[in-house]
């Protein structure tokens, strides 16, 4: 064998940069870096004091232990996107033999180090981080063949843990349980975004086995559970702002769910079609609320 061709084959026994990071999805990254920074803004800590762990705790939720979930969903889903996606980076052979495994293992391992850096309470939350991501993909587990259970580990994920992980950063232990209460609340409701993503793959959930909401209770009851799930939560963190002594955030966040309840109505006309609508419309409201909240518990002192 020639030298050219020696160093070609040596080429593709190794997966290149771009394909890594096509690998990590860094358009994944923003729901959970948005929740941490909502974390950061709600423990009223300033970022002068803190800004050095505050960026070590951005690039752990996103491209960390985000990334790491992207990573192992993409190894445990090779099979099913060799047909579906054939030109994802593993069934493309971008990323060829078992690298990509060890990618998501090599993930974990950076993403834990980081975290035992940032404290217990970080680090405690990154490990259920890591544990959910990887049930969610692994057999025998998987838990995105069941939509209940998927997309509460999802939602956990990218809003509860990354707003919990943001303020413990700043405060250096638990935070206050305000803070705890209202990312626990965000969780919930992101559920139901999470339900709205299942709405463009119903007829390969169903042929796949995979019971996402929409292929379990079909698209028109799934879309309106989805909605109260994503409204319920914002009705019930407006009425603590309220109790808690932020009327004007309390305010900004019932605007912002009444302009949603009219895309909600639009929504439900034709789920299917509009669900990408939506969360690039009513979505978008659902994590400014998130961010007012967060204002109005830095204001009361959260």
Not at 224 to 252: E, K, S, T
Request: proline residues 7%; charged residues 10%; hydrophobic residues 55%.
């Amino acid at each position: 064998m020639s030298r050219s061709a020696s160093m070609a084959t040596s080429s593709a026994s190794r997966p290149a940069p771009s394909a890594v990071l096509e690998l990590l999805k860094p358009i994944t990254w923003f729901a959970p870096m948005w929740a941490f920074g909502c974390g950061v803004v709600s423990s009223g800590v300033p970022i002068s004091e803190r800004w050095p762990v505050m960026l070590a705790g951005i690039v752990l939720a996103g491209p960390m232990v985000t990334a790491t979930s992207q990573a192992a969903n993409d190894w445990y889903d090779r099979h099913v996107d060799a047909i579906n996606e054939p030109d994802r980076p593993i069934p493309s052979g971008r990323i060829p033999g078992r690298w990509g495994l060890y990618i998501a293992l090599f993930w974990t391992g950076l993403s834990l180090a980081l975290a035992a850096l940032l404290g217990p309470w970080v680090f405690t939350a990154a490990v259920i981080g890591l544990v959910l991501a990887w049930l969610y993909s692994m057999p025998p587990v998987r838990l995105k063949k069941n939509g209940w259970w998927g997309n509460t580990a999802v939602a956990a994920c990218y809003e509860g843990l990354p707003w919990f992980t943001g303020a413990a950063v700043m405060v250096g232990a638990f935070p206050d349980w305000r803070i705890v209460v209202l990312a626990a609340l965000y969780s919930v409701g992101a559920h139901g975004i999470m339900t709205l993503n299942d709405f463009k793959a119903v007829e390969g959930d169903l042929r796949m086995g995979i019971r996402s909401l929409p292929a379990q209770l079909g698209v028109d009851r799934a879309a309106r559970f989805a909605c109260w799930v994503m409204a319920v939560p914002q009705v019930v963190v407006i009425g603590l702002l309220l109790l808690w002594g932020a009327p004007i955030h309390a305010g900004i966040v019932g605007a912002f769910l009444l302009v949603q309840f009219f895309l909600m109505l639009r929504l439900l006309q034709a789920p299917r079609e509009r669900a990408a609508w939506y969360n690039a419309t009513g979505t978008t409201l659902y994590v400014f609320g998130m961010l007012a909240s967060a204002f109005a518990l830095r204001a009361i002192g959260g």
